[in-house]
């Protein structure tokens, strides 16, 4: 399983963008990088996934590096609703998804 | 199309008794998994399950947990005889398919167990 490293937390201003970064140097070629996001005291969601090209979608952009080491969720404009722990998670065929640390994110009115 | 659903809730148990935690997949999928996080912590696989087998349990216990899943209704994860390291947040997700790396699976909203 490819290990993921994500910052611990990030903060954020209603109304502006976020960026929000995970390192998956160890991945391989056939892993799909998924991002889920757990609102507090909520089950995880889905939030997006892609293999090599950038994603978008209503939620939010998915932006790939071109060697796939490394990728980075964009929320385009921050709302409160979108304080979460986010987690970025490479996945290859299996179905199980592991959950590492995740990054905080706090988004201020 | 109703999400998935657990019940109950909220569950306390004494020590030594059993924990019975149900999942209602959405409507169409045949693909259920139950992960637990333990409080402080970050979210870990437990098992999956397509109706009436078990595909991947490498994340259960080995001794006092069990999951089914009936070819008829929910599926059910059981705790024998509970610790109080066993209060955690379990959550169920269903998906359509499985054996993929890019499927979505969608979560509950997890029940909290609390052992006294």
């Known amino acids: 399983d490819a290990k993921t490293t994500q910052p611990n937390s990030m903060e954020s201003n209603e109304e502006e963008p976020v960026h929000l970064p995970c390192n998956h140097s160890?991945?391989?070629?056939?892993?799909?990088i998924h991002w889920y996001r757990q609102l507090p005291s909520q089950g995880p969601e889905y939030v997006i996934h892609?293999?090599?090209s950038n994603v978008n979608n209503r939620m939010a952009s998915l932006a790939i590096a071109e060697d796939r080491k490394s990728s980075t969720l964009i929320l385009h404009r921050a709302t409160l609703r979108d304080a979460a722990v986010y987690y970025c998670i490479p996945r290859n065929n299996t179905d199980k998804l592991i959950f590492g640390t995740g990054t905080r994110l706090q988004v201020f009115p | 199309n109703a999400g998935v659903m657990q019940n109950p809730r909220h569950l306390v148990r004494r020590r030594g008794q059993e924990a019975r935690l149900r999942c209602s997949p959405m409507?169409?999928?045949?693909?259920v998994y139950w992960y637990r996080q333990l409080p402080e912590e970050g979210l870990k696989f437990m098992v999956y399950l397509q109706k009436e087998n078990i595909i991947d349990e490498s994340g259960m216990p080995k001794e006092r947990f069990s999951a089914e899943f009936p070819k008829e209704g929910p599926s059910i994860l059981r705790i024998q005889q509970v610790v109080r390291g066993d209060s955690a947040a379990y959550f169920c997700a269903s998906s359509p398919i499985g054996g993929t790396g890019y499927n979505e699976q969608f979560f509950g909203p997890g029940t909290r167990l609390t052992v006294l």
């Open positions: 409507k169409g999928h045949s693909h």
């Open positions: 160890t991945i391989s070629g056939t892993d799909y």
């Open positions: 892609g293999l090599t």
